[in-house]
Structures are given as structure tokens and as C-alpha cells.
């Protein structure tokens, strides 16, 4: 009974999710291609009771299931609503692209959802294996997504690009956590804090620290394990490449918040390294997306330099630095996805994924154009966008650590120009670029594609204005994680 | 009465709606009737104005109501930026101005407007001001009055250029919203320097962030920490920015130009509400002003001269809306005046009045304008009355009220005046004076030239409608008693005087006891009148002898000031074609060739440095793998550096 109450209390969504796959598997099997979008819906309407059931959950307090594997805190559940807030999204944009998959949509919802429920249980858990077999549910996942167009080379090229890549980072993670249980003993991480902040870990501990935290610098494609992105992001489905560089990448920081706890023996050198990661993933990711014609491969420098930003978060080794990470991680959710809704409405009227093929399109339809600009002036952080208030915090928590880290702060701002470039550059395609050099024409109807990317263009704004709400979210989410800080807090 | 408070944010809050709603009207089909948008803006003004009537009754009978509500926007642990809204006498009666005026003169404005190509665009702009406008009176703190100061200063920028094909117009805009810069800038400096000088106080207190309940507190700390004479110059800082907003010397010179905008827009932006908000910005901020005598003297002097120099332009300027233009800084300078010798409810009080009777004057000159096929100049009108007789009458109330013969005008001037009087001001008291008679003289003189006499005019004459008069005549009432009303003289049966109603510190109790003063501003009055008929109405001109002409040739060189308006814009052409456009040329070149060489060659050499590292980008997942392993063994050979060293 004890097993089935913490199912209740902790997982219920993973719960709920894992019944919806259940039906879909069974459903795929049963219908015939024309009727296969049966699954479409009932994947959406699995994902959203399993958004409700997370308002079931008992927020403020701790609960743990399957032996202390997965406890479920309030950080947990904010980021597995924001998992599965994006998944739900993710599932709306197939919706006119999912033809071209033919007799296989019913598949293709159930590895999005399997890769969900993997995502799932890696926000939540709270032990080694745990972590490694949620980590390897996501990642088969993808890698059999992103090679979902079978018949397209490109997609075959990413898909085993993303497979030999991750199946190095993850045999790096692994040689980690053997090296963990060596020194340890123990799987369970609240276990391993307890005993680290007894004893201490020696220089090997820093190198299993490292060990680890790269399998997630994969999953989240930071420098130096960015190098897959661009290539996959560019071949994969565009739904997948919205949901490897959204979806994928909130678990993989969920996951690596709660192993940061590993890093409070040794602050410096570990808060140096990781502010050097973020350094030179911001730096790589904008000088590479300069130079780019291809919108999605844009997107996919654009998406390795904001992992950066969130990585500064980390870096701080400071609540405040964890909360501006979080609230980072909200903004660029939702811009980011409505920036990817952006493309995939364009991709599916015009099959086009040039920047120049933008050109001029404001001028035929100045919504798209209006809300396009928005998301993508939100990643580049200018004010009135949730984007700015989010490097602002971040920035502010930089700045609460004192001098130290002016450096980093000094980089960030740098590159935080130079970004603008780039998203500029799409915009000036948009709005800039005269009516003659219109080569593509959309048209706008009201359908559930356009409606949730205004949505998301209008709460870029209003979240934008109305911040101070979720800022407390971040706060409170970065306080439940309970971390066995050392540090001096400053932090109210 | 407790609900009308407590949700007093629907106020501004309907006009951002009705302005959302008109701006998306395509999507809505709002374009489809032009009845539509002005139900949205009329609509959401008249529910405001209820509001705002109920408010104000509330303010009366519950003595220091002081209702704040503010919603927390922006919390950085030490700083507290809030918006929210603030309701106390001031506001309640401010807002029960802004709204009865703009719900009229939107009624107006379809009339005026209906032929209009762009009469959708121009109610979206109508309706964006009265939000900010209503936002920036029910704001509880500094940081969001600027908000929502520059937001009205942008809606007056959009509707002065209104018919931007015109270039006169486009021109008009933009020397306002140049020139309201200026004042901005001023502002904002101030602001920022009173919040640096007092930050330690906000941080303790945890108050909102510059809110005005407490910025007396945070601005005798800053006079401390800033010294009076540095604390001078933000207070002059913070002057700058109501005397640009209230076009007062030396930033007067965008109001007359201002007229370009349609008319119904001088009334409301230009006459009654916009620019009076430089004079609620400073009775807001009069805590802070108060701790520097000498700004309150600058002040003082400011206003005193804005209205003699602008009185004297006035005189001879042949423009009715020109002429009602300058009549506006002219008064504006009284109220300016009065907030500087320490009269805040004389100020405030004639601040009231004169919106109701400038607005009505504005909306007499727009009927005029309208009827004679945008005829503006007043040579080529003349016997006006017998055909549009409601026009000429209720021009003559309003004429009758600015010049401060009985009507309105007369009690709030008179307060000014007593007030002048008993602070022993006798230098600005003559000025005062003078400007009244000149106030009498120029506001007869364009009556008389309007609306009596023969016509001189050409244009075709056609009659005003009704939508355009109706607001005339209600106008006329307020014009009419508004003054006699709260001027305590009613306290008999309950309705007490505006000084106890609107004060700051303790309520003045004036005695009325002296009557030179009221007699001697009737007389002075009297005397404006008379000369302005003795020159302009024919009736009256067979009493004098052709000896006026000797006289008009001695005062030529004044006339000739006046009508030049006295240099100022030749002034500040001179100025910047000699000072400022050879330095930004300057700089231009600097710019040109240095900054911009610099920053160019930082981006081109930034595009080569991102094509260099996209070389490691190839595409062969070998090269990835090794890259990522060499720079992993990297990282834990720092470490390990770092370990061992």
C-alpha cells in the first residue's frame, strides 16, 4: 500500500503520463493510418490531466517514492510543469507537420512521450540509478526522434551523431558515478550529501564531479558537448529540435541543480569551472550563430549560448544565483518555444528555413512578424520582455556575490550585445527588408498552432511587466532544493 | 462609496481598453462604424467620470481621505518599485476635472472629426492620453508619475502632428515633444539625484520606492546629505520639468505652435488637462520644493514673468487659437506664481477654473474654425454673434471669466491676488496686476473682433451642429459658478471653500474682510475691457477722436516685440544654428570616423572570429569527439593545477 500512496503523493503526473502511453501503445497498434490522429489527441489530453494532477500535488512539502529514488519538492514540481507545459506544446506543433511521417504518427507521439516521462523522472529523481535510467529514457528517445524521417538524410546524419555523442557523454557520466559509489558506498544523493559533508572526498571527488556533471553539459549542450546541436537541431523534425532544445534541457539542469550539492566541498574551483563552461558556451554559441543563413541552425547557437546564461546561474553557487538560473529557464521556455512555434508555422506553409526567405514579412502578415520579433527580442533580453527581466535577475545575482565575479558579469554583458546581432538580424529580414524582396507569403488563420504562439508572445510581455510573482516562484523553488550550502547567504 | 474607492484603478483602466480595443480594431471590426470607437472612448470616460463624482463626494464628506494602494512591481530586496494608485483630495478633485472635460470634449470631437480620413486613429489617441493622463493623477509615487508623464507627453506628440501631411504640423510636433524634453531631462535628473541623495532612507524604511506620502522625510534627508546649494539645483532640476510640460519661460515657445493640432485638442491637451500637470506635478512634489526657499522664489518668478511676457504676445496676435494659446501660458504662469509664494490652494483652485473656461474657450474657437472652413484668423471674421449665437455667448462667459469680471476666473484669480497681498509680494503683485488688465484687454479685443462688427471674412458660412454645442452650453455652467461655489462664500449652507477642501500643511482660513483688493482687480478688469471696446467695437468707436493714431505710432517698437513674440524663437534659431548645430557637427565627424570606425571594425573582426570558429563546426562527429574529450582532459588538468598549486 505504502508503494501505491507514494505513487499518489510524489508521481502522480508520471503517473497519469505512463497510463496515456499505455493507451497509445495499444491504440498504435489497433488503427489504421488515417485514424492515427486519434493519438494525437489523446496524447494531448494525457499530457494536459497530467498538468492538472500536478496542481494535486502538495507543493511546500517533500514527498519521496520507490525507496527515496524520486522525492518530489516544490523545485521538482515547478520544473516538471514546465516539462510538461512544454511537451504540450511541442505535441500542438506537429499538428500539421505530422503528415509527413505517414504511417508512423502514432509512434512518434509515443517516443515524445516516453522521452517526456523520461524528462519527467529525471526532474524528480534523487538517486544515481534513478537518474542514469530517467537520463537513458530521454535519451533513446531522442535519438530514435530525431531520426524520424526516415527516408531524409540529414535526419539519419543527426540521429547517429546525437547516438555516438551520447553514448560517449553518457559512458562518461557512468565512469562518474562508479568512481561516486566507490567513495560513497551509496546511490541515494541526500545519502551522499550526508556523508560528504562528514567526510571529505579528496581530489578524486572533484574529478568524479566532472565526470558527471558532463554527461548533463551533453544534455543541455553546453561547451564543450554543444557540438551535436547544430547538426541535430538541423536535421531532426522541427518539433523534436523544439523539444531537444526546451523539453531535454529543463531536465537535464533540473537534474544537475540536485547534484550541485556534490560541489559545496570545493566552492572555488568548481564555481570557476563552471563560470568558464558558461563563459565559453555564451561565447561559442554567438560567434558561430553569426554567421548563420539557416534559421534553425540559428536557433540551435542561439539555444547553446542561453544555456550558458542559466549555466552562470549555476556557477554562483549561491541560491540567489540557483533561483536566477530557474526563473532564466522559465523565460526562455517560453520564448524559445515561441520562436521554434515561429519556424514551424512558417516551415509548414513554405518549407523554407532560410533567414532570408523571412524577408519582408511583415509587410503580408505583421502578427506573425510582431510576435516572431517578441519571442526573439525576449532571448536577446530587451526590456519590457520576460528575456530581460530574466538576465536582469540573473545579473543582479552576479552582482550580490561581489567583485569576485565582476569578470563573469563584465563577459556576459559583452556577449549579451553580441547577440543582439543575430536576433536583430532576423527581424531586420522581417520588418526592414522593402516589400520587394518578399519571396515567401503566409497566411495567418486561427488555428491551435497560432493561437498558442500569440499566446506565447503575449505572456513574453505581460510576464515581461508583471515579473515580481515569478521571481518569487524561482525563489521559493530555489529554497526547497535544500542544497548543503556552506556558503555565506545573503539571501533573504 | 467604499467600492468607488476601492476600485478607483478602473478609471485609467478603461481608457487603456477602450485604446487597446481601437488600436486591434481591424481584428475586431471596429473600423466598420464610427460609432463604435467613440462609445469605447466616450463610454469608458463617462463610467470614469461617475467614478470620479462619487470619489469626490466621498473626499468631501470623510475629511483626509488618503487611500493608497500600491501593487509591488519590482522587489530588489533594498528597492521597491511599486504602481499603484493614490487617492486624496487633490486627485479626487483633478480627476473629476480630467474627466468631465475629456467626456465632453470627445462628444465634440465626433462632431468636429466626423470628416476626418483618420477619425479612428485620432479617438485611439484621444483615448491613449486620457488614460495616461488619469494615470499619471492617481499615481502614488515618482518613478511611475515619470511613467506616465512621458506617456502623455507622447500622446500630446501624436495628436499635435495629427494631420502629419501638413509640415507645419509634423514641425509643431516635433518642437514639442523637443522641447518637453528638455523639461524631461531636467526631471529626470532631478529625480535621479533626489533618489541617490536619499537612497539610504529608502532602503531602511521599506517605503514604495519615491512614493509621495513620505517624500517630505526622503527629501529633508537628501537636503542634508546634498547641502542646500546642491539640493537647489535638484530642485530647479525638478522645476524644469512642470515648466516645459506647463510651457512657462523660457520653454514656453512650443504651446502656441502646439495649435496645429486639431482643436479639440488644444481644449483638452493644450488647455485644460495636459499642461495643468506640470502644476499637479508640483503640488505633488511641493514637500520637496518647500525645502528650498530659493527655487520657490525662481518659481515664484517664473510664473509671475510667463504671464506678463505671454499676456503681452497675446495682445496682438491675430490667430484665435494663437491668442487663446498664449492666454493659456499666461494663466499658467498665475497658477506657476501662486505655487511659488506658497498659495498652493489659490494655485490649484485656479487651476480648476481655468480648465473649465479655457476648454470652453477652445471649443468656442473650434466652432468658429469649423464653421468657417478652417478660417483661423480673426480679420477675416467679425459678426459672428447674430449667427452662431450659443458660440458667442458662451465665448462671452468664458471671456468674461478669464478676465475676472464675476465669473469663475474672478474668485480664483482674486485668490492669487489676496494671497500675493498678504505675503507681501508687492513687486509680483503689480505684475499680477497688469497682466489682469492685459488679460481683459486681449480676451474683448478677440471677442469683439470675432463675434461683433461685420463680417470681413470670404469663407462660406455653415452652422456648427449640435454634438459641437451641446458641450458649449453644459461647459458654460462650470465656466459660470465653479469659481463663485467653492470660493467659501457658500459655507452657510454646507459647501465649503476649495482652501479647505484641497491644502497642503494646515488649511489657510482667509478673511475676506478686504475689499480694495477685489475691487481694485474689478476696476483693472473694467479698464481692459473698455480699451479693447473703445478699439474694437465699432459701437464704441465714434466716442473717440482720430488722436489714436499718434498713439499707435509711439508704441510701435512695442508692438513690434510683441508681435515677434518677443525674439524667443528667433533666439533659440540663432542659438542653434551658431552654438549648437557647429558642436554637433563636431561631434558628428568625431562620431563619424572614430567611434564608428571603431565599432565597425570590433564587428567585422567579431563576423571573421565567428567564421574561424565555425571551422570546428564540420560536421564530422570525429572532430566533435575529440574536441569535446580534449578540452574535458583540459578543464581536469586546471584543476588539478589549481589543486596542486
Known sequence: MDFLLDIKTAMLPEAILSLTILMCTVLCFMLKQQIQKVIYIISL??????????????????????????????????????????????????????????????????????????????????????????????????????????????????????????????????????????ITGLTNLTEIFSYLANNSGGTMLNLTLFTVISGFLFKVAAFPFHSWAPDVYEGAPVPVAAFLSTVSKIAGFAALVKLMGLAFNNIEIISITLGLIALLSITAGNFMALNQMNIKRLMAYSSISQTGFVLIGFALLSYMGISGAVFYLISYLIANLGAWLAIIIFNDQTSKNLISDLNGIAYNNPYFATCFGLCLLSLAGIPVTIGFMAKFYLFHAIVQMGPAYLWLLIFALLNTILSLFYYLKVIKAMFVCGQESINSKLVFNGGVLNTSFIALAVLVVILGILVTPFINIARYSALSVKLPIKQIEIFK | MEFFINNVWIIP????????????????????????????????????FIFSIFILFYCINNAGTNHQYDILWLDTRDLKFSIGWLVDNLAAMMLVVVTSISLLIQVYSHGYMEQDKGYHRFFAYLVLFNFSMLALVLSTNLFQAYIFWELVGVSSYLLIGFWFNRPSAAQAAKKAFIINRIGDFGLLVGILALLFYSLNWWANSQNTLLEFATLGQAGSLALVNAGPVLFGFLTLGLLLGPIAKSAQIPLHTWLADAMEGPTPISALIHAATMVAAGVYLIARLYPVFELSPQTMTIMAWVGGATAFVAATIAITQTDIKKCLAYSTCSQLGYMILAMGIGAYSAGLFHLMTHAYFKAMLFLCSGAVI??????????????????????????????????????????????????????????????????????????????????????????RFHKPSKVMTMPLIILAVPSAITGFIFSGNLNLIGIKSFDSFVFYGHALHEAHTDLFLPICSLIIALLGFLLAGIIYWDKLKSLYCNCFDAIQRYTIPLYRLSVNKWYFDDFYNLLIKYLILPISEFISIFDKYIIDGFVNLCGISTLYKGKAISLLQNGNVQTYLVTALLSFIAVIILIFLIFII
Open chain 2, 370 to 459: 469649423h464653421s468657417l472652413a478652417d478660417q483661423q484668423n480673426m480679420k477675416y471674421m467679425g459678426g459672428l454673434r447674430k449667427k452662431m449665437p450659443i458660440v458667442a455667448y458662451t465665448y462671452l462667459i468664458g471671456t468674461l471669466a478669464i478676465s475676472g469680471l464675476l465669473f469663475s476666473g474672478f474668485w480664483s484669480k482674486e485668490a492669487i491676488l489676496s494671497s500675493l497681498y498678504t505675503q507681501g509680494e508687492n513687486l509680483l503683485l503689480v505684475i499680477a496686476l497688469i497682466t489682469a488688465f492685459m488679460t481683459a484687454y486681449y480676451m474683448f479685443r478677440s471677442y469683439f473682433m470675432t463675434f461683433e462688427g461685420e463680417y470681413r471674412g470670404h469663407a
Open chain 2, 13 to 48: 483602466a478603461l481608457p487603456l481598453w477602450s485604446f487597446l480595443s481601437i488600436l486591434f480594431g481591424r481584428a475586431l471590426n471596429v473600423y466598420e462604424n464610427k460609432y463604435i470607437s467613440l462609445a469605447l472612448t466616450a463610454g469608458s470616460t463617462f463610467i470614469g
Open chain 1, 45 to 182: 489530453l494525457g499530457l494536459v490531466i497530467s498538468l492538472f494532477s500536478i496542481s494535486l500535488l502538495a507543493a511546500n512539502k517533500v514527498f519521496t517514492a520507490f525507496y527515496n529514488s524520486f522525492s518530489s519538492d516544490f523545485f521538482s514540481v515547478l520544473m516538471r510543469f514546465l516539462i510538461l507545459a512544454g511537451t504540450l506544446l511541442v505535441i500542438v506543433m506537429t499538428k500539421d507537420y505530422s503528415f509527413t511521417f505517414k504511417n508512423r504518427q502514432g509512434e512518434f507521439y509515443l517516443l515524445i512521450l516516453i522521452a517526456a516521462l523520461g524528462a519527467l523522472l529525471l526532474a524528480g529523481s534523487n538517486d544515481l540509478i534513478m537518474i542514469f535510467i530517467a537520463l537513458e529514457t530521454l535519451s533513446l528517445c531522442s535519438y530514435a526522434l530525431s531520426g524520424f524521417l526516415k527516408k531524409d538524410k540529414s535526419s539519419n546524419e543527426a540521429a547517429l551523431k546525437y547516438l555516438i555523442f551520447g553514448g560517449a557523454a553518457s559512458a562518461l557520466m557512468l565512469y562518474g558515478f562508479s568512481f561516486l559509489y566507490g
